[in-house]
């Protein structure tokens, strides 16, 4: 006990670079945020009054809230399960001793590498409707490439945000699940493979279960990512095609240079917070719900 | 009948200037029901070549023989083998019952069936009150007897396995020892057993067969094996402390290498090995004297009521008449 009384002074030190971090970056903009979230301004966006709590409640229950929310949930269906098993899929093909695989390795991680405004402004040039490769090859069948553009019709414009979001993504999940792969015991496939097993069983008995706790984190992070989805949607649609405001996600109706909230410092800190939660909620659902069925330790 | 035959097997790893020759020119006929046990150094080959009975490996050359099938182009799982890893190799997900179940699901046996087999062979190996419980909740000794479960469900023909034993403690080894044995003796499976442990192969097998550097040194039974090495590598590979051996010229013939087990080297008075102790082992129910006959380290296995010298003292060894082994210095092999 005397021991640990004359470690306090040294422990504050040591705690101290990360206390301030965390405090002034992370915790004060949170406490900050939740109460902006109470104000209520006027239309300049000058004249603010508190309006407590229930604040929340009116921005939830807003038209452009539910409609921003829409979008988020279905980008986040879009893109989620469709960048799992992209990954996966890359990365149980790559993870064979072929000569040559390490070039496809670098390929298929090179995404993680690029940014979010080169990825947005590759695909922009690939989905231009008058110049871009993507119209040029394969208008014949779906005319919707020309006129208007896959970023220019609102029926499809969220599905080329997606696009653009999956690829970007797929580098994240393919190496972090390239690397769940490569500790997976030899011994157990080899075990499969004398008692029988096929190349299915084999990946369901064996490679699926193994790299359960990693898909898990990669379903997290990947869902994360897209309810935060900001950069395409900024440099691909600005929130539109207008007025369906068919890619105005959450994050775009919180700072989109378009969005009709952008004068407004309250309603924008309560959608923000409204996100986090939102964020927050749903990492636990798939904690709780998928925990269960992922298997930890050897 | 599963006779296991390998015929002129080599195996080489990689090819040019980089490559190893892991197996060089085995042949081995393994009786039906017998437990041969692969011994030798790590480095071997003696893993190689039971991965290559297993078909997890392909032979550079040779043909492998289960019955009187050549297998070299059959899939393991139709081999009629099974085999149990060093590291268990188990399921960590599956409990205990699925894991040992899953030969057989694989095969398509119905759930009822596959349970009840699954029970017969965890009751085989003790374990009937961990069928519920996942590998990670067992102790290292129950987690190999859940492999041999595996391995025991499907009566497989030969049964493969590679040092089963080494990751456990000394005193649960023993008695695994004794245990797989016993199973031997239960089921009408062949045995081929790898291990570098000379005690293991000393203890459990009908026969040995001793490698060194890819290449079959000596088949026999263990007493064969001990009492008439058929190399110099043999003769200081098996028995513990090693056969002494001396170097061409020292005892008798120049051009003869002369080795002595321990126990057959004894303090004689006068004897014609003089040398100078230089270290006294108690063990009990024996001592092991250490000694440097110019530069040639001998070692001895005395009655530890008999008289002994102490550090320091000069002494001279004789070697019980007719225990001497013969050995060419070139070729390391047996002179009869």
Known sequence: ?298 | MAQVRLDHISKTFASGDEAVHAVDDVTLEIEHHEFMILLGPSGCGKSTLLRMVAGLEDPTAGDVFIGDRRVNDVAPKERDIAMVFQSYALYPHKTVAANIEFPLKVRGVGRAERAAEAVRAAEVLGLEHHLKRKPGQLSGGQRQRVALARAIVRNPAVFLMDEPLSNLDAKLRGDTRAELVDLHRRIDSTFIYVTHDQVEAMTMGSRVAVLNEGRLQQVGTPQEVYDRPATAFVAQFIGTPPMNLLPAGMWGSETVQVGIRPEHLRLVPGGPLHAVVRQVEHLGHEVLLFADANGTRLVSRLDPGSFLPEVGDPVAFDAEPGRLHRFDPESGERIE
């Open chain 1, 1 to 298: 006990m005397k021991r640990r009384l004359r470690d306090v002074p040294w422990a504050v030190v040591m705690l101290l670079p990360s206390v301030v971090l965390i405090a002034v970056w992370t915790v004060y903009p949170l406490v900050k945020a939740v109460q902006n979230g109470h104000l209520r301004c006027d239309v300049t966006g000058t004249k603010c009054i508190d309006a407590g709590w229930g604040r929340y409640w009116d921005v939830f229950t807003s038209t452009e809230f539910q409609h921003a929310l829409g979008v988020s949930l279905k980008l986040m269906a879009l893109t989620v399960p469709a960048g799992l098993v992209l990954g996966v899929g890359l990365a149980v093909l790559a993870d064979k001793h072929l000569r040559g695989i390490g070039v496809f390795r670098t390929i298929f991680s090179s995404t993680v590498a690029t940014s979010v405004a080169v990825a947005s402004l590759v695909w922009f040039v690939l989905l231009q409707p008058q110049i871009g490769v993507f119209a040029d090859l394969f208008s014949g069948w779906f005319p919707v490439l020309k006129n208007p553009g896959l970023l220019n019709d609102p029926g499809t414009a969220l599905l080329a945000v997606a696009f653009s979001s999956i690829w970007a993504n797929l580098g994240f999940t393919f190496i972090i699940v390239t690397a769940a792969l490569q500790s997976v015991p030899r011994d157990l496939y080899e075990s499969a493979f004398v008692d029988g097993a096929g190349n299915v069983r084999r990946f369901t008995n064996v490679t699926l279960p193994m790299i359960a706790p990693t898909l898990l984190f990669v379903t997290v992070v990947l869902t994360t990512r897209a309810l935060q989805t900001y950069g395409e949607i900024a440099l691909l649609t600005g929130g539109g095609p207008n007025p369906e405001k068919s890619t105005t996600t959450i994050p775009y109706l919180i700072y989109g240079r378009n969005s009709i909230i952008s004068g407004d410092l309250g309603t924008k800190s309560a959608a923000a917070v409204l996100l986090f939660v939102l964020s927050l909620a749903l990492a636990l659902v798939q904690f709780r719900g998928l925990d269960k069925r992922v298997h930890y330790g050897r």
